[in-house]
């Protein structure tokens, strides 16, 4: 649904125009809270993304634009993975479905624009102030209010 509302293409080899932190996260918000373990599931996510954070170890979005399910390593992937998930969260938290009907709006209307012009006129933050908003978020917010449970 997402991306037939964003009139998604590829833009390169194993990259759409949308960034696959952004179309990951969106996918993964009903799997991970239907698993019958998503509480302990969202909750060591949210734990692993805490402990990256600390060391300086979440993934900028700028390095997750291509196929994140393509990470190399493991542990990486399912970091990235985690936090494409509770990036989305926090996009949900602060703007509900606002943003996703106003980004997919923009991107379904021009089919030239870059994801990032469209993210930015959606909630006035380029990817490196989100990132920054996100890490924020991660350090001072408790695992349930980030699960949203």
């Given at each position: 649904?997402?991306?037939?509302?964003?009139?998604?293409?590829?833009?390169?080899?194993?990259?759409?125009?949308?960034?696959?932190?952004?179309?990951?996260?969106?996918?993964?918000?009903?799997?991970?809270?239907?698993?019958?373990?998503?509480?302990?599931?969202?909750?060591a996510g949210?734990?692993?993304?805490?402990?990256?954070n600390?060391?300086d170890?979440?993934i900028?979005?700028?390095?997750?634009l291509?196929?994140?399910?393509?990470?190399?390593?493991p542990?990486?992937?399912?970091?990235?993975?985690?936090?494409?998930?509770?990036?989305?969260?926090?996009?949900?938290?602060?703007?509900?479905?606002?943003?996703f009907?106003?980004?997919?709006?923009?991107?379904?209307?021009?089919e030239?624009?870059?994801?990032?012009?469209?993210f930015?006129?959606?909630?006035?933050l380029?990817?490196?102030k989100?990132?920054?908003?996100?890490?924020?978020?991660?350090?001072?917010?408790?695992?349930?209010?980030?699960?949203?449970?």
């Amino acid at each position: 649904i997402f991306n037939r509302g964003v009139k998604e293409r590829e833009i390169g080899i194993m990259q759409n125009r949308t960034p696959s932190w952004l179309r990951e996260g969106i996918c993964l918000q009903v799997p991970l809270r239907a698993r019958r373990d998503s509480n302990s599931s969202l909750l060591a996510g949210w734990t692993s993304l805490q402990e990256a954070n600390k060391t300086d170890q979440l993934i900028k979005p700028t390095l997750m634009l291509k196929n994140i399910n393509f990470i190399p390593d493991p542990t990486r992937r399912q970091l990235a993975l985690h936090q494409a998930f509770f990036m989305v969260q926090l996009l949900i938290s602060t703007y509900s479905d606002k943003f996703f009907k106003r980004y997919s709006t923009l991107m379904g209307a021009f089919e030239d624009m870059d994801s990032e012009s469209a993210f930015r006129q959606t909630c006035n933050l380029d990817f490196e102030k989100f990132f920054a908003m996100f890490k924020d978020w991660v350090r001072t917010t408790n695992a349930w209010a980030a699960i949203g449970d």
